[in-house]
């Protein structure tokens, strides 16, 4: 056991990151930008799930407040989504589609989401 209050992590990155001048860098881990956010189809799909699948802490207990969009899970829709992931966003954002105009849509994603990048 120590004495460190992990909900501090953050803060104190951020401090260190201002008073020496060093930006830190996105894919550092905990604190780093990209830290609790998810591109790969099988995280997004987990972590819509369940998010303890895929994370050791939560943002929360290092100090960081988890977004509402993407069902709270971090997700980066990109190239890797998956069905659910692209799914879960239409349905966050109001969009309740039926299964064939979800499947082209999604087929329509994949096509834009290869090119980008």
């Not at 995280?43 to 100090?63: A, F, L, R, V, W």
């Not at 990109?78 to 849509?105: I, M, P, Q, W």
Request: charged share 25%.
């Amino acid at each position: 056991h120590s004495a460190i209050n992990p909900v501090h992590i953050t803060s104190t990155s951020k401090m260190v990151a201002e008073y020496t001048g060093m930006k830190c860098q996105p894919h550092k881990a905990i604190v780093g930008a990209n830290a609790f956010q998810h591109e790969s189809g099988i995280h997004q799909d987990g972590m819509i799930k369940n998010k303890g699948t895929y994370e050791i802490m939560t943002p929360e207990s290092i100090g960081l407040m988890r977004g509402e969009s993407q069902s709270g899970a971090g997700i980066v829709l990109g190239k890797h989504s998956g069905r659910n992931a692209v799914f879960t966003r239409l349905r966050e954002l109001g969009y309740d589609l039926e299964a064939d105009k979800l499947d082209k849509v999604f087929t329509r994603f994949k096509e834009v989401a290869e090119k980008k990048k």
